[in-house]
């Protein structure tokens, strides 16, 4: 039960419906599921970290990059939801399934809206520009040269432009995990349940063991910090 006498408890959730739909499937009146619905998604921590900041009043961002962090062009509606939401919670379900983390400047993009939004519409190119910015970090100035000839030839603007050419990629570390995890912890000043993938330690595929060695980076980073 919530702190609230009498109240369900108030989960606040951030991620996809990795999170979101369990959340929602809870016993009713024992757990309220806040949030209103999904709400664009979240995958790593320092996007979690922007969204929280964000939704508390403290951060911004380019107009021209809200459909590659919310996935649409303009700031919802259902953000206000979300802001009075937080507000109410008890506890934030975080979802860090992911420790790719790609970047313009100091805004972090979200990888789902920009595969789809943007490198998928690309053809060839756009997969050269994204496979080379994410093993890379940095895609060449030839790679760069062909994405930027084949987003024009699309149609698309500035904003797409300026992804193309300035966006970088890095991976989160156990250190740097720890040190996100504890700054969430800090900002949303109630407890915070993290949840990642399912481990399936046993299985050596590729994709799978890369999981749950993830798991474990996650959990060995978030180990004895206050709250989490």
Not at 21 to 44: D, F, I, K, N, Q
Not at 60 to 73: A, V
Not at 82 to 88: C, K, P, R, S, T
């Amino acid at each position: 039960m919530s702190a609230r006498e009498n109240s369900p408890l108030g989960l606040f959730v951030m991620g996809s419906c990795r999170v979101h739909r369990p959340v929602a499937s809870l016993t009713a009146g024992e757990v309220s599921y806040l949030t209103g619905g999904m709400g664009g998604y979240t995958h790593t921590v320092k996007e979690a970290i922007q969204r929280l900041a964000f939704l508390q009043g403290g951060a911004t961002w380019p107009d021209n990059l809200t459909k590659f962090i919310l996935g649409s062009e303009r700031v919802p509606a259902w953000v206000q939801q979300m802001v009075d939401d937080l507000q109410m919670a008890d506890a934030l379900v975080v979802e860090v399934s992911s420790g790719k983390e790609v970047r313009l400047e100091d805004t972090y993009l979200q990888l789902n809206y920009l595969s789809s939004l943007l490198v998928n519409q690309l053809g060839g190119a756009g997969k050269s520009w994204w496979s080379e910015l994410l093993r890379f970090g940095k895609p060449s100035d030839e790679v760069i040269g062909a994405a930027l000839e084949a987003a024009s030839a699309a149609g698309f603007g500035a904003n797409a432009m300026a992804v193309i050419e300035g966006a970088e990629a890095s991976r989160a570390t156990r250190e740097s995990l720890r040190d996100d995890i504890r700054n969430l912890a800090v900002m949303a000043d109630r407890p915070i349940v993290l949840v990642t993938h399912v481990d399936i330690g046993k299985i050596e595929a590729g994709e799978l063991k890369g999981r749950s060695q993830f798991v474990s980076l996650v959990e060995q980073a978030a180990e004895g910090i206050p709250g989490v």
